[in-house]
């Protein structure tokens, strides 16, 4: 069903560190994740994606973890930066179609 | 965002009024879909349209609300007796035929209702 996000979480670190920013999604169907950030007062904007048959998809400095077993998605960052500092989604593709559904979000800082 | 553009980016309304947002899909994109998106929040699914048709509006309440995608010109989303809970963002996200790429998204339309 859909997500609804209260309070955002939210993850701090240190500049230069790693970040992990987990997920769980909500229908076993689902066959294509997507990982959007989004900065104040824009529009989502597309980091990597991943389908159902692939565990690990690398793109510069980001990562994606998909575990299906558990229905869990994560997004690596490599040697995190100020301008990293956002609202960081993942969301899901059911089952062929075109309905995607958002997770809550978790707010990234990156304190420098 | 560059591709999907929304007008306005900021509208203010008192209650009761109609509001229209628009929203221009990416060049070659031929599916529109609108999410809501309230402070602190993610974002709701409201409803997703290809040119002249409604595929999905399941998260689209069922009064008050209506969206569009003519042959011609932009999707609108047209919300008619506005009430203060209308407040809100609404972005606007196009993708193209296949199912397995990505909604591109504009910087949404800041809905304001005094």
């Known amino acids: 069903g859909e997500s609804v996000g209260l309070h955002l979480p939210t993850l701090s670190v240190q500049e230069g560190d790693n970040s992990i920013i987990n997920c769980a999604y909500s229908?076993?169907?689902?066959?294509?994740f997507i990982w959007y950030k989004q900065e104040s007062g824009k529009g989502p904007q597309f980091i990597i994606d991943i389908r159902s048959n692939m565990d690990k998809r690398q793109g510069q400095r980001v990562t994606v973890l998909l575990n299906k077993t558990v229905k869990h998605l994560s997004l690596q960052i490599a040697a995190t930066q100020p301008g990293d500092s956002a609202v960081y989604f993942c969301a899901e593709n059911m089952g062929g179609g075109f309905k995607t559904i958002f997770g809550a979000g978790t707010r990234l800082f990156v304190k420098a | 965002n560059a591709g999907v553009m929304q007008n306005p980016r900021h509208l203010v309304r008192r209650r009761g009024q109609e509001a229209r947002l628009r929203c221009s899909p990416m060049?070659?994109?031929?599916?529109v879909y609108w999410y809501r998106q309230l402070p602190e929040e993610g974002l709701k699914f409201m409803v997703y349209l290809q040119k002249e048709n409604i595929i999905d509006e399941s998260g689209m309440p069922k009064e008050r609300f209506s969206a569009e995608f003519p042959k011609e010109g932009p999707s609108i989303l047209r919300i008619q007796q506005v009430v203060r809970g209308d407040s809100a963002a609404y972005f606007c996200a196009s993708s193209p035929v296949d199912s397995n790429q990505p909604q591109h998204f504009g910087d949404g339309t800041r809905l304001s209702i005094l």
């Open positions: 229908n076993s169907a689902s066959d294509y």
């Open positions: 060049k070659g994109h031929s599916h």
